[in-house]
């Protein structure tokens, strides 16, 4: 078993910037991918990054390309998530997750079987 623990979301405004965070504790953090999904009120769950066990490789939702970046800390078992450039099309509950996907399936949130508790960020014009 892995527990997932996120840090607080916010509010902030168009054009801003926020960074999250995401502790890992149970098994061992290093041999889990490690990603960020988020969900809007009505929608469904939405892929936005992830990063490979050894932070070799990320992908990313073309909806923050340029904008997002994830990364991970090995020796602290947390795995981050900076936004920049935010939108209010951003506004969303985030969910950190962990799991063992397929490389050609790091994208799919069905994908991984552990999940933080979801934050919440909110993005104003």
């Known amino acids: 078993q892995v527990q997932l623990v996120e840090s607080e979301g916010g509010l902030v405004q168009a054009g801003g910037s926020l960074r999250l965070s995401c502790a890992a504790s149970?098994?061992?953090?290093?041999?889990?991918?490690m990603g960020w999904v988020r969900q809007a009120p009505g929608k469904e769950r939405e892929f936005v990054a992830a990063?490979?066990?050894?932070?070799?490789?990320?992908n990313y939702a073309d909806s923050v390309k340029g904008r997002f970046t994830i990364s991970r800390d090995s020796a602290k078992n947390t795995v981050y998530l900076q936004m920049n450039s935010l939108k209010p099309e951003d506004t969303a509950v985030y969910y950190c997750?962990?799991?063992?996907?397929?490389?050609?399936?790091?994208?799919?949130?069905?994908?991984?079987?552990?999940w933080g508790q979801g934050t919440q960020v909110t993005v104003s014009s």
């Open positions: 997750a962990a799991g063992l996907p397929r490389a050609q399936a790091m994208g799919v949130p069905r994908n991984y079987g552990y």
């Open positions: 990063i490979s066990v050894n932070g070799g490789y990320t």
């Open positions: 149970g098994r061992t953090f290093s041999t889990y991918t």
